[in-house]
């Protein structure tokens, strides 16, 4: 056995053309310099969030009272052309506006009256009536859209900064 | 012998930098998480703590015997 070489190098005593070993400081200098990449990284994402600015929308008038039965429910969009929104009637004196995009991946949430909650087809997420996640994998709330009732129609007035 | 503490003394500095990365990379995750909800504070929070580790692990590196 060669002085200095490694045990393993007897037993295993071959090499090939353009083999080269890594040494431990070699390796920890490449963790260092991910390190440093991560928190600049990190970085980028907390400034993308501080700057970008967020449409909440504004008043927007919905659909008539009447046209969104009790017990039923009804699809819109708001804040943009883009963003699928979702009214509810629970009984008659009550009117909620949910972002229809579940908080997991994205997908389109829809209304299950039967069982008054928001479903999920796609990862079988579930939200309560006041958007909270019951179950499956979303963590966070339906992001909520302020409605308001104006002379017999529904008016949408803001949505969270989530929403978008 | 010398060289053998040596070795010990860099492995054990190769281990925390990987728990630190590993750290940093759930940090990451967190921020990413701030992101989405549109809450800034927390993605900064979990900027500031990453820094504090990747300084340590920067720290560490420096502390690395030359021999090995």
Redesign the interface.
Known sequence: MTEGQPIWRRDFPYTTEGEEGV???E???F??A???A??G???I??L???LRT?NTGGAHRIVTLDQVAVGGSYLFRYPTEDDPAILVRPDSETILGFSQKCTHLGCVVFWEPDEQHFECPCHEGLFDLSGEPIAGPPE?PLGRIEVELRNDEIWALEA???TT | MRRRRDTQISTAILVFVVLLLSLQLFLLAVAAEGFLAGESGLAWSATIISTFLALISVLLYRFLPRRD
């Open positions: 040494s431990r400081r390796f920890t200098r963790l260092v991910a390190s440093v991560v928190t990284t990190g970085g994402v907390s993308w969030a501080s967020i966070r969270d900064r989530e």
